[in-house]
């Protein structure tokens, strides 16, 4: 990139953080200090702000740069992303949104610990909260060092590994020092700013053709070297059976993670009441649908705009087709237009990391103070203790999520997250359920559901194609394969299911039909909710 890129993306990224920074700033000196203030932000935002705030919680890294490059390299298959990511809402929407919302505080193990006994879930669900979050954080970490290489020195490795480390301190700024409140607003502001880049990139892509999608399609297809196959399912997850079903299990994780996800569900405690979030989930489904429609027309616009060629010459998985296709649209490298736009989308995808990393990076710490350090404290740590505990943890995972970070800079950033989705959809997703909808659901079905899932999917992710065996693992010199897909899902989702049933059915404890009868009551009236 010229210096004039440089400059310009360096001034934008700049102007977004001291923006964020002043919000958090601000909102440092306004706040209560309490556990509920810095947790939830006070309960306080109404449902068009908290539906925008989850849009921009959602639409991460994975969505703006990784699914429209897998859509820009493998055509069809790259949509699978997309269709997963935006079903996935209607689960939230019917089955856990207004639920989880009447039963529960801060965290996930809120909604368990109503029936169960408290110390051993707690540990459980925020254990595999925290495990979730840091999965889903080194994604975003990945995706910021991808762009931030690409805008100040094409593919340098240095670039990459300062910009992860930034990104890492910057939302334990955000974190530690505003909480709930300050990541609500940065995220808002960067739900914006996604839309309207991603709108005036769709925009653009359709003039390029005269508005007719055939046209792009057919040239999409000619560009990519792989012809109608490209328009077809099966480039990427149709080469023989293995693939088939490694398609399969990314599906059931996309569609079924997103309600296990610590920093999703931790937004529906932000609106004062049930009603309250299922609006928010409203909102959020009508901006996330729009969102994801567009980058179909970005992933293809690349691939008959940029080319999948010039694009892996980029960046092998794909991470930045957006910013090329941006630097074409505008006119090319060397054209005024081009720069401008180039840094512009550069500067949003940036915001968009930000504000995600800040959302997932309040949700782990929250289920370390809130659950981990508070059941071993036995709920004897005040509130204020709490928060303290809380800040400390934000700066602990995000000096891990950096060392994953760097480790796996040469990944895709969607593909990540598709796993990050799948030890949700293993562990959280199953002990949720049992929790709301089964009456003779004990504290041990609570533990073994949670473990019964995160285990399998961790091991199976160790064992699998993503970490050795094949030239594109994290260590491509090793090899203990020993499980042929990269994404577990279709096996360590229905082992959390079967372990939170076999936990159940052997325990000798009793279940209170009383306890459940309450839990029953709040979660479908709100009665007796925070």
């Known amino acids: 990139m010229t210096g004039h890129h440089q400059t310009l993306a360096i001034l934008l990224f700049s102007g977004f953080v001291a923006v964020t920074l002043g919000i958090t700033t601000w909102v440092s000196r306004n706040r209560r200090g309490s556990a509920e203030e810095f947790y939830v932000g006070g309960r306080l935002f109404s449902p068009m702000e908290n539906g925008f705030a989850i849009a921009g919680d959602y639409m991460s890294a994975a969505s703006f740069l990784g699914v429209t490059g897998l859509i820009a390299l493998f055509g069809y298959d790259g949509l699978l992303y997309v269709v997963g990511f935006l079903v996935a809402w209607l689960l939230v929407l019917f089955l856990v949104a207004e639920l989880v919302r ?54 340098s490795q ?3 590994v300062w910009t992860i480390v930034g990104v890492g301190a910057l939302m334990v700024v955000y974190v530690s020092m505003g909480g709930m409140r300050a990541t609500t607003w940065i995220q808002i502001v960067k739900a914006v700013l996604l839309l309207g880049g991603t709108v005036a990139l769709t925009v653009l892509v359709l003039l390029r053709f005269h508005g007719d999608v055939d046209r792009l399609l057919v040239t999409a297809a000619e560009r990519s070297g792989h012809g109608d196959a490209f328009l077809a399912p099966g480039l990427k997850y149709g080469a023989d059976w293995t693939a088939r079903l490694d398609f399969i299990s990314l599906g059931l994780a996309l569609v079924l993670g997103t309600a296990g996800l610590p920093h999703i569900l931790s937004r529906f405690y932000t609106v004062p009441t049930a009603r309250a979030a299922r609006r928010s989930v409203l909102w959020s489904i009508g901006l996330i649908g729009g969102f994801y429609l567009m980058t179909i027309v970005l992933g293809f616009g690349a691939a008959a705009i940029v080319g999948p060629a010039s694009i892996r010459g980029s960046n092998a998985a794909g991470n930045t087709a957006v910013p090329l296709l941006a630097l074409d649209l505008g006119g090319g490298a060397d054209s005024t237009g081009g720069t401008v736009l180039f840094a512009v989308v ?34 004897r740590g005040e509130p204020r ?45 199953p002990v949720l359920l049992y929790s709301l909808f089964w009456r003779g659901f004990t504290t041990r079905g609570a533990v073994w559901a949670v473990y019964g899932g995160l285990l399998p999917a961790l091991a199976l992710v160790v064992l699998s194609p993503v970490v050795s065996g094949s030239p594109d693992s994290l260590f491509p010199g090793a090899d203990f394969q020993y499980f042929p897909l990269q994404n577990p899902g279709i096996v360590s989702i229905p082992l959390g299911f079967l372990a939170g049933w076999l936990g159940t059915v052997t325990s000798a404890e009793l279940p209170d039909e009383a306890k459940h009868a309450e839990t029953e009551v709040r979660s479908l009236t709100g009665a007796g909710a925070a």
């Open 102 to 155: 009447n039963c529960g505080r801060f965290t996930l193990a809120d909604v368990i610990v109503a029936r169960m006994s408290e110390r051993p879930v707690r540990v459980a669900a925020g254990t595999s909260s925290v495990t979730v979050s840091v999965l889903y954080l080194v994604a975003q970490m990945v995706g910021a060092g991808s762009l931030v290489a690409l805008l100040l020195g094409g593919t």
């Open 158 to 160: 240095a670039a990459r």
């Open 346 to 379: 550069g500067a949003i995808a940036f915001a968009t990391i930000l504000a995600v990393v800040a959302g997932i990076t309040l949700a782990s710490s929250a289920s370390v103070a809130h659950d981990l350090y508070a059941s071993l404290r036995r709920g």
């Open 385 to 429: 203790s709490e928060v303290a505990v809380a800040r400390v943890a934000s700066v602990g995972i995000g000096v891990l999520a950096i060392a994953l970070g760097l480790l796996a800079r040469d990944m895709n950033v969607a593909f990540l997250v598709g796993l990050a989705f799948a030890v949700a959809a293993s562990a959280n997703l």
